[in-house]
């Protein structure tokens, strides 16, 4: 398996523009996690879906965040407009939910590097 | 509320020796999971070993380990045989689900270097 991709890898933007993160989990996964890493924050949950349904974006920092899951296969972090303050790493991670019992771990993607000018 | 604590912002062992790392955590759940992930300098993730609470066997991953010490609230992670290709930064991260949520909660991290 490929594991998590997200694309781009490195993204560099000015301040207003749109910036969209892509992300593919493993095959087979059916809960997706959005994460965003700063050195003052550290590892944030911004938002996660289940079975491609968004269940808690209580970590979404505010409204220019937006995040979507048309389908198993692939989900979409929008950011509009982008400010400075937004840089940072965002990592995207799947996991096979089975129940607390039989959680599968979380496989992380290699993360956007996100710099707004 | 959760809380994971990482007391020890940075560390370093020489090559071959053991190490370990620390990680407290405070909940009131008594069904979760314990997790340590490993970030290279890659800035990839990666699973180092989880535990769920409702197992005594302290999980163990070839040189890794974990104490887990249900009552105090503590999930230290042991590295034998430490390797240069263990430098990373180490974050401790407690799960639980209730009600069809889940909540995640990460540690501020610990940076390992290992000295040659």
């Known amino acids: 398996d490929a594991g998590v991709i997200q694309s781009p890898r490195h993204e560099v933007t000015e301040m207003g523009q749109e910036v969209t993160l892509r992300c593919k989990p493993i095959s087979g996964h059916n809960s997706l996690f959005w994460y965003r890493q700063t050195m003052m924050r550290g590892l944030e949950l911004l938002i996660y879906?289940?079975?491609?349904?968004?269940?808690?974006d209580s970590g979404m920092p505010e409204d220019r965040f937006s995040a979507k899951m048309p389908n198993a296969s692939f989900s979409t972090l929008k950011i509009q407009p982008s400010e400075p303050r937004d840089s940072a790493v965002y990592f995207c991670?799947?996991?096979?939910?089975?129940?607390?019992?039989?959680?599968?771990?979380?496989?992380f993607g290699p993360g956007t590097r996100l710099l707004v000018l | 509320a959760q809380t994971v604590t990482q007391s020890q912002p940075e560390m370093s062992v020489q090559e071959a020796e053991t190490v370990t790392l620390s990680c407290t955590y405070d909940?009131?759940?008594?069904?979760?999971?314990l997790f340590w992930y490993k970030q290279p300098p890659s800035r990839q993730m990666i699973l180092v070993i989880r535990?769920?609470?409702?197992?005594?066997q302290n999980a163990t991953e070839n040189r890794f380990s974990v104490n887990f010490q249900k009552a105090a609230k503590s999930f230290s992670l042991k590295i034998s045989d430490s390797q240069l290709g263990d430098t990373a930064m180490y974050f401790c991260?407690?799960?639980?689900?209730?009600?069809?949520?889940?909540?995640?909660?990460f540690g501020t991290g610990t940076r390992l270097k290992v000295l040659a």
């Open positions: 991260a407690f799960m639980k689900k209730t009600s069809g949520t889940y909540k995640y909660i």
């Open positions: 909940t009131s759940e008594s069904n979760y999971y």
């Open positions: 879906f289940n079975n491609n349904v968004p269940i808690d």
């Open positions: 535990q769920e609470a409702y197992k005594q």
């Open positions: 991670a799947s996991s096979l939910d089975r129940g607390l019992r039989r959680k599968e771990t979380q496989y």
